[in-house]
């Protein structure tokens, strides 16, 4: 009797051996689970990283086949794709001035014809006027105010930004953000930013532009814009085709947009921007980049790359 005690005690020892190698198991089975999913992400990663590389090579190729001296808008040459259609490039020429510069259009001659466009883009006069006095404010070295409704260094620094204003010229888009005031443009016009760029010569190229920049520029019916653009891109209406009859001078252009010649949106016309702008998208398998450069002086040895950026595509 005494001899058959400690039975139940390993048996309860064995089951709980048995636990523990369940227990080790199913932890083993986890690790190699979790190891399983983690290097197959990995490799995803590693695989999209790897086509995104690739793609990013075509659009500079792109990049490189436009800014050939000798290869125009029109050049075949500036599509590619391979035989299987998994990879290739797409790029585009056009001008910077297809937008206008508007640190060119911030000083006391070119002041008026902005205040008219943001009244093109139906803000009220007093505020279109103070929106472009904080511009100035911003710009200029002073620390004086050209209105009351404009805002200088003492203004921000009230308002939390002892940095600002920067007082030089906008370097991007986004700098024009921190402008006091810039909340009217918003919510007047909201798709101003599409219109200005802080590149180029401040004029607006009319065999660029698309008819909602030339209408908000220069005031004209947006129909009267829309005709000029049907007349500029031909009878395919897509731009950089054989068919396209350009506008020769900025006389032209006014003429076919119902306005006077002495029209003072007239002086913020040319024909030809001076800034050239290559779009190029290159993509391969799955993953597509895009890569806009900005140059002058294509073709001479003095080309000088501007600015450049990266942009994720919609192919």
Do not use: C
């Given at each position: 009797?005494?001899?058959?005690?400690?039975?139940?005690?390993?048996?309860?020892?064995?089951?709980?051996v048995?636990?523990?190698?369940?227990?080790?198991?199913t932890?083993?089975?986890?690790?190699?689970?979790?190891?399983?999913?983690?290097?197959?992400?990995?490799?995803?990663?590693?695989?999209n990283?790897?086509?995104?590389?690739?793609?990013?090579r075509?659009?500079?190729?792109?990049?490189a086949?436009?800014?050939?001296?000798?290869?125009?808008?029109?050049?075949?040459?500036?599509?590619?794709?391979?035989?299987?259609?998994?990879?290739?490039?797409?790029?585009?020429?056009?001008?910077e001035?297809?937008?206008?510069?508007?640190?060119?259009l911030?000083?006391?001659q070119?002041?008026?014809?902005?205040?008219?466009?943001?009244?093109?883009?139906?803000?009220?006069?007093?505020?279109?006027?103070?929106?472009v006095?904080?511009?100035?404010?911003?710009?200029?070295?002073?620390?004086?105010?050209?209105?009351?409704?404009?805002?200088?260094?003492?203004?921000?620094?009230?308002?939390?930004?002892?940095?600002?204003?920067?007082?030089?010229r906008?370097?991007?888009?986004q700098?024009?953000?921190?402008?006091?005031?810039?909340?009217?443009?918003?919510?007047?016009?909201?798709?101003?930013?599409?219109?200005?760029?802080?590149?180029?010569?401040?004029?607006?190229?009319?065999n660029?532009?698309?008819?909602?920049?030339?209408?908000?520029?220069?005031?004209?019916?947006?129909?009267?814009?829309?005709?000029?653009i049907?007349?500029?891109?031909?009878r395919?209406?897509?731009?950089?085709?054989?068919?396209?009859?350009?506008?020769?001078?900025p006389?032209?252009?006014?003429?076919?947009?119902?306005?006077?010649?002495?029209?003072?949106?007239?002086?913020?016309?040319?024909?030809q921007?001076?800034?050239?702008?290559?779009?190029?998208?290159?993509?391969?398998?799955?993953?597509?980049?895009?890569?806009?450069?900005l140059?002058?002086g294509?073709?001479?040895?003095?080309?000088?790359?501007?600015?450049?950026?990266?942009?994720?595509?919609?192919?």
């Open positions: 009797m005494h001899g058959t005690l400690p039975r139940p005690r390993i048996a309860r020892q064995h089951g709980s048995l636990l523990i190698v369940l227990a080790v198991i932890l083993l089975a986890f690790a190699v689970a979790t190891t399983v999913l983690t290097s197959s992400q990995y490799d995803q990663a590693l695989a990283r790897s086509g995104l590389l690739k793609a990013r075509m659009a500079e190729r792109g990049i086949m436009a800014a050939h001296p000798v290869v125009t808008a029109m050049d075949p040459l500036l599509e590619f794709q391979s035989e299987d259609g998994s990879e290739g490039y797409r790029a585009i020429m056009t001008t001035e297809s937008r206008l510069n508007i640190n060119m911030l000083n006391d070119n002041a008026p014809q902005l205040e008219q466009i943001f009244q093109n883009f139906r803000m009220q006069p007093g505020a279109a006027q103070g929106l006095a904080a511009l100035m404010d911003w710009v200029d070295e002073d620390a004086l105010k050209r209105r009351p409704d404009s805002a200088e260094a003492l203004d921000y620094k009230q308002n939390g930004f002892p940095n600002r204003p920067f007082n030089r906008f370097r991007s888009m700098e024009i953000d921190m402008v006091a005031g810039i909340e009217k443009l918003n919510a007047a016009y909201p798709g101003w930013r599409q219109l200005f760029t802080v590149y180029g010569s401040g004029q607006l190229d009319v660029e532009a698309n008819a909602e920049v030339i209408a908000a520029v220069t005031g004209a019916n947006p129909v009267m814009a829309q005709r000029l049907q007349r500029r891109d031909g395919d209406g897509i731009r950089h085709t054989k068919d396209d009859q350009p506008i020769t001078a006389q032209e252009a006014m003429q076919l947009l119902g306005l006077p010649q002495n029209h003072p949106a007239a002086s913020l016309l040319a024909i921007g001076q800034t050239l702008r290559i779009e190029s998208i290159g993509w391969y398998g799955e993953q597509a980049i895009g890569v806009a450069i140059t002058q294509k073709g001479s040895q003095q080309m000088q790359i501007l600015f450049r950026e990266e942009f994720m595509p919609k192919r």
